[in-house]
């Protein structure tokens, strides 16, 4: 099969679908893969070392004309969208439920588009989405401490204090991957951390992991507001899979918290958590909203794309091979949790949960390709 690999171009996006490794190991397959030039500069790798792993260098156009499958990190951006092809095979993340626009082009397109942020395992985990998910969450503690600092519009708060200053009090909302990430290293700086869920299990896993050392409570009404009140940081970390998020703080609920308090809304690639929270860039990250810091950068891992390039590519590359060396109907006919990350196939939506959001048509994965 032959495969492409673009240059990512979302602002200030550096990671790659696939490092010189993962192309080696395609290329030992006996597939052909197509680099765009510079795609691997962001994590250190100039064209020279994609050639060494038998890959061909070209522009754009060229590896998506060139291209069977496509593997990529984020979305097809607008100039992109003509690139695509009937039949072409499109491996990428695509949060497709908030984004009318982008899921009406792939519709346009005729390609068969698998989003990484659906794909599934036995355990009923999302594989495909957890390390970013980890890199997420742990970044989310990150940018928050940097943007409580008053020249970013902050309240002037360190996170952790220090002896004889009490420090920020930080509430997580969501106790998955990312909710425990940021809980870890909330906690870590020092930070009094609560996450809120609704799931009792998770909360006793959490309660277990932290040893007391994170506060666990479940989520209703009046919890969400007591907590989110109470926050110097509110870190948004829900989920729903394939589906656009929750809206779990509303403007009147915001508007109540401290002057100068952060919201991190780490829930923004699937529309956010909260009602003010809209996307925003590396380039130009945060905005002030109800006196409230809002950082809603929907490439958030793009910021290490080093680390995030090499732990995304452990993750997608069995999924790779598969499609490559099955053919993609093979593959997903064979992996009910690959097909689960089918989201359009050949002007069809064949994710629900994208079409229930988007008020379109569905048609099941499995009946698509039961069709000849």
Known sequence: MRIGVPKEIKTHEYRVGLTPASVRELVHRGHAVVVEHRAGDGIGYPDAAYLQAGATVADAAAVFAAADLVVKVKEPQPSEFGLLRPGQVLFTY???????????????????AIAYETVTDSRGGLPLLAPMSEVAGRMSVQVGAHCLEKEQGGAGILLGGVPGVAPATVTILGGGVVGTNAARVAAGMGARVTVLDRSLPRLAALDDLFAGRVRTVYATLDSIEKHVIEADLVVGAVLVPGAAA???????????????????????????????????????????????????????????????????????LPFVLALADKGWAGALAEDPHLRAGLNVHRGRITCAAVAHDLGLPHVPAEDVLAQP
């Open 94 to 112: 695509l949060h497709l439920a908030p984004d009318r626009r982008q899921t009406e082009a792939l519709v346009q397109s005729g390609c068969i």
């Open 246 to 316: 929750p809206r779990l703080v509303g403007r009147d609920l915001l508007a109540a918290m401290r002057r100068g308090a952060v919201v991190v809304d780490v829930a923004i690639d699937q529309g956010g958590c909260f009602e003010t929270s809209r996307p925003t860039t590396h380039a130009d990250p945060t905005y002030v909203e109800e006196g409230v810091v809002h950082y809603c950068v929907t490439n958030m891992p793009g910021a290490v794309a080093r680390t995030s390039a090499f732990a995304l590519n452990n993750a997608t």
